[in-house]
């Protein structure tokens, strides 16, 4: 499984907010300078993630965006299938597959996505971030 490049800038966007000193505000520029990442699609992805409770969105001249939750409450599952969607991840019915009616990949693939979303579950925001201090430093020499 690949995750899409919107759930790819949307972690990433978690990630930098998450070694911010709590209640910190960081614009959209500074993440796309940080990642190298075009403003238009974080700006879809930012509205996102303020619209399912991820971060804060704060509009004005000191506005900007911050978690709205400490890492350790933000599970990685929850992200990855609000940013993903919970499309099937084989559609038999456009176009109609032929074999459909006999055909079992649908339900092992349905079965094997549970099992990826009940792993993930195990995992938050804070076990990305656990090594802080390297982060803040790659971030550091990045925008320097």
């Not at 804060?56 to 001249?61: A, L, P």
């Not at 299938?81 to 990949?105: F, K, M, Y």
Request: hydrophobic letters at 35%; proline letters at 5%.
């Amino acid at each position: 499984m690949q995750i899409k490049k919107y759930t790819d800038y949307g972690l990433r966007t978690l990630i930098y907010l998450g070694i911010r000193s709590p209640g910190s505000v960081v614009t959209i520029n500074e993440i796309c300078d940080a990642y190298d990442i075009p403003r238009n699609h974080l700006n879809k992805v930012i509205h996102q993630l303020g619209k399912e409770g991820f971060i804060r969105t704060k509009r004005g001249k000191n506005g900007g965006f911050s978690l709205a939750a400490p890492p350790h409450e933000i599970r990685l599952d929850h992200v990855i299938r609000r940013l993903e969607g919970d499309t099937p991840w084989v559609n038999c019915h456009s176009p109609t597959c032929t074999i459909e009616p006999a055909c079992e990949l649908q339900h092992i693939l349905a079965e094997g996505k549970r099992a990826f979303y009940q792993f993930l579950s195990n995992y938050t925001l804070a076990s990305i971030i656990g090594n802080k201090a390297q982060l803040e430093r790659i971030f550091t020499t990045n925008t320097l």
